[in-house]
């Protein structure tokens, strides 16, 4: 296959597809019992210098608990998945964790505005930076879940999005055409939050599942956290909805409301209010420094966050928004 | 009497005419949401509105904050992932698809990543998410933005998604599929582009506004044809369910 054009963005991961095998050959496939808290699970898969991927879309199905742990903990020099990343992306920023970054959607959360903090960090010249598009990085997922080398795509050619990628222009043996070549991603470690798991993995995604399908194939640690612990016999009654199966997983942690302040569909909607105080804080850097101390630093765990931000009367209210189909009373 | 309405009212309904019915569109969130939902609520019920996070034709029940929040596969006829929706583009199923950002330039080429050098850049902004991707694979995209100076430049600082590129050929040159810009709805004017040279030029201006104004809020020459139309304004019934039944929060239209 001919190369024709190549970007010249940093390649942070060995696309080697028999590194990649020779690892999960090792890999347990032994159905156990792999319940952990959300300490232990990021004190036990989540190593400085890292690759790190966050699953959900951005502040949709989040796992918040282990992003809130991976600052608490002070993780440093991870490598880092930005992939329609928004308040996952905020909250790392806040504790400056990452120090490479492979970048699809950053520094944003959509219609509500960027993040002021997210952007001095990147402006700052400490994070060094590969651009793709979305897609792109589903597709570098979706190779190396299938064993292979690269993906192929067909945008991203032509602009400067694909100059400063480390994606190459090829050309296709049989039509002769341009196409996208990006290389395969296994990160080190990735966390996804789901509606239900077992205590072994298996695991129930419900609604849209963004590139964790993906993502759960192509990381070589997985943690899993979940709204509900159920019983194997849960998984078994219904195999047909089981998205992740127990041997890509290597932590199961039940977190209700793990994906607060995002939306968790079917059980609660965004906290739209929490989230815009993060926005509005952020002008401030000293004002912000005291609000991460309150609610990330200064917390034990997870659960201490969720109180201080109003606890179940909170989750209640943001459980009724999700239920509203009308749109006369939604956030 | 012609009844009141403000500017994004009038980007709004503009830009759902375009939105043909049995037709598919990707949307974001905000204005081209509100669009494609006014369109499905006049003369395009089958339109198909579809989420780059993974959403099919939720029958949306409010004005999502997100694309990828749970209101963008509310009985949806299914909830997919990224992969799904963008191989979708890429066969050639997606017909529109809206996009934004803070830069274009003559030939539709779009910068949502950074104002100033890529390295040290003065403002980082988002960068591509699925931009680029409706960009290189949908048969036609639009923009829908404030018309100002500093947003119609010249030379964008970074492409981000692509354009015409270089104008002429330059899609099919660098090896992206037909497609392309289609229509630019600002606050002053629609535009569209030149069949041949594919540069950006005035379709028809909005009320009370004339070619000087338009050209005197773009940062390079835009082609004037001999005849220019005027921009319908919005029907009484678009603003009715605009404001009743698409947005009756005003999250959008209360924006302008």
């Given at each position: 296959m001919k190369v024709l054009e190549e970007g010249v963005g940093p390649l942070f991961m060995d696309p080697d597809p028999d590194k990649a095998r020779a690892f999960f050959r090792e890999k347990s496939r032994a159905m156990v019992d792999k319940r952990m808290t959300v300490k232990q699970a990021v004190e036990e898969f989540v190593h400085d210098g890292d690759y790190l991927a966050i699953g959900g879309f951005g502040a949709n199905r989040i796992p918040n608990a282990i992003v809130h742990e991976i600052v608490r903990q002070r993780r440093k020099d991870l490598g880092f998945l930005g992939h329609t990343s928004t308040h996952d992306f905020q909250v790392l920023c806040a504790g400056k964790v990452f120090s490479r970054l492979d970048s699809a959607y950053i520094v944003g959360l959509e219609a509500r505005g960027l993040s002021r903090n997210a952007r001095r960090y990147m402006e700052s010249g400490e994070v060094q930076v590969t651009e793709w598009s979305n897609y792109a990085l589903a597709a570098r997922l979706k190779a190396a879940a299938e064993g292979v080398s690269f993906g192929l795509i067909r945008c991203m050619i032509g602009t400067d999005t694909f100059k400063m990628s480390a994606g190459k222009v090829v050309e296709c043996p049989f039509t002769g055409k341009k196409f996208l070549a990006v290389p395969a991603l296994w990160p080190d470690v990735s966390a996804i939050h789901v509606h239900e798991a077992d205590m072994y993995g298996n695991s129930v995604i419900r609604g849209i599942s963004v590139a964790d399908l993906e993502l759960a194939r192509a990381s070589k640690r997985l943690i899993i956290t979940t709204e509900r612990l159920v019983h194997n016999s849960v998984i078994r009654d219904d195999p047909t909805i089981t998205s992740i199966p127990f041997y890509l997983v290597d932590?199961?942690?039940?977190?209700?409301?793990?994906?607060?302040?995002?939306?968790?569909?079917?059980?609660?909607?965004?906290?739209?209010?929490?989230?815009?105080?993060?926005?509005?804080v952020e002008k401030d850097p000293e004002e912000f420094e005291k609000f991460v101390d309150h609610y990330v630093y200064g917390v034990p765990d997870f659960q201490e966050y969720l109180v201080r931000c109003g606890g179940l009367k909170r989750i209640e209210e943001l459980q009724r928004l999700e239920n509203v189909v009308d749109g006369r009373d939604g956030a | 009497m012609a009844p009141e309405f403000n500017m994004m009212e009038l980007m709004i309904c503009v830009a759902s005419r375009y939105l043909e019915n049995g037709k598919t569109v990707a949307v974001g969130t905000g204005a081209p949401c509100a669009a494609a939902m006014l369109?499905?609520?006049?003369?395009?019920?089958?339109?198909?509105?579809?989420?780059?996070?993974?959403?099919?034709?939720?029958?949306?029940?409010?004005?999502?904050?997100?694309?990828?929040?749970?209101?963008?596969?509310?009985?949806?006829?299914?909830?997919?992932?990224?992969?799904?929706?963008?191989?979708?583009?890429?066969?050639?199923?997606?017909?529109?698809a809206f996009l934004g950002g803070a830069q274009i330039d003559r030939f539709g080429n779009i910068n949502s990543t950074c104002i100033g050098d890529y390295q040290k850049p003065k403002v980082r902004f988002p960068g591509s998410g699925g931009a680029n991707d409706f960009a290189s694979l949908c048969w036609r995209t639009m923009i829908m933005?404030?018309?100002?100076?500093?947003?119609?430049?010249?030379?964008?600082?970074?492409?981000?998604?692509?354009?015409?590129?270089?104008?002429?050929?330059?899609?099919?040159?660098?090896?992206?599929?037909?497609?392309?810009?289609?229509?630019?709805?600002?606050?002053?004017?629609?535009?569209?582009?030149?069949?041949?040279?594919?540069?950006?030029?005035?379709?028809?201006?909005?009320?009370?506004?004339?070619?000087?104004?338009?050209?005197?809020?773009?940062?390079?020459?835009?082609?004037?044809?001999?005849?220019?139309?005027?921009?319908?304004?919005?029907t009484e019934k678009e603003l009715r369910i605009l404001r009743e039944e698409v947005d009756p929060l005003k999250l959008v239209i209360g924006r302008a």
């Open positions: 932590a199961v942690v039940e977190v209700p409301y793990g994906s607060y302040p995002g939306n968790m569909p079917y059980l609660y909607f965004s906290d739209e209010e929490h989230l815009a105080q993060w926005l509005k | 369109a499905q609520k006049m003369d395009a019920p089958d339109l198909v509105v579809l989420f780059e996070a993974g959403g099919v034709a939720p029958l949306l029940p409010k004005m999502p904050i997100s694309v990828g929040d749970s209101s963008t596969f509310y009985r949806a006829v299914m909830a997919a992932g990224m992969s799904e929706m963008m191989t979708t583009c890429a066969r050639g199923q997606v017909d529109y933005t404030v018309h100002e100076k500093a947003r119609f430049v010249e030379k964008c600082d970074f492409i981000t998604s692509p354009g015409f590129l270089a104008g002429d050929g330059g899609r099919e040159e660098a090896g992206l599929p037909e497609g392309g810009p289609y229509k630019i709805i600002t606050d002053l004017a629609v535009m569209g582009f030149d069949d041949e040279t594919h540069a950006m030029m005035i379709e028809s201006l909005h009320p009370g506004v004339d070619v000087e104004k338009v050209q005197s809020e773009t940062g390079f020459e835009l082609l004037v044809p001999p005849e220019i139309g005027r921009t319908e304004p919005p």
